[in-house]
């Protein structure tokens, strides 16, 4: 083992011996003159009984003088890491852990799958709807951290958009997903849910929704800090096909006599509802909408659980394809 090179205060070398790979880190402080050689030794049970008779072929040895006592643990971590900030591939990080294994850390788990087991997120239950909450603010702030340093602590203003839509999951029965997603517009725009409801058909209480507008309406007033600076969130806008979108208005939907919502014209049912006139219409805006100026348009004794965001009700709810 080349260790004894009193010149270096922290080495790193890589050695390949009868094509066995053998990672030396040396760290060594200089003490009083002296060359204190600190190392730590990964657990290698299989290669115990060999370092024990003096055999040093086949040992891997971790030696660090910065963190002499770190835990075994802290490789599954930085591995964990390093997976999920590469986007690394399960069968490529599987085959990295076999390697590992081979190489003596049996502590590693065999697969990426196991490794990267997250704990069991506790969902809540309430009006027939199940729901999980990753909220929005640890969510922005979880996605700004996943960009460059050097990008990311410039960026004091976001511009984000929400998306909401029902997935059902199953031919046989009703039940679907309702995630909430949010996509935060920088280069490149990145994505992440905020919520994930799952119901029986179509939700009867928008309360999940409910709990993301509140903290999202206090983000927008307010900002959020990170780090040292506080950033100020925009809504761009709210996107969602035209059932959720009615859903999430609280209006009458998009085949209703008063479905339209950009402009108050009454529907003509022509085996589908129509609407014909083209021309010097009258469009809704934020506050007809607010003040109901068409009861017929809304849905009885139910109000939007956007409507305390200060943003155009009319024009910030934009359809998907
Ligand atoms: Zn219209």
Known sequence: MPLQD????????????NDEMRFVIIGINAVNGDTLLQHTKAVDTENMDKESSGSNTDEVFFENTANVNMPIDNLAEELKKWIIGYNIKHNAADALLKILRDRGHKHLP???KTLLKTDPVESQMASGVECVQFGVTEQL????NRYPYNYARDIIELEISLNVDGLPLFKSTGKSFWPVLCTVHLKPASTFPLAIA???????SLDFIKVIADELNMILMNGFSWGETTVTVRLRCITCDAPAKAMLKCIKQFSGYYGCDKCPQKGNWEGRMMYQQVHVLILRDDVSFREQHQPEHHQENTV???SDLQIDMVKSCTSAA
């Open 304 to 306: 939007s659980p956007f």
């Open 110 to 112: 065999f697969t990426a």
């Open 6 to 17: 009193s010149g270096l205060e922290n080495a790193v070398t890589g050695e390949f011996d």
């Open 141 to 144: 702030i979880m996605c700004l």
């Open 198 to 204: 799952l119901t029986e058909a179509k939700p009867k």
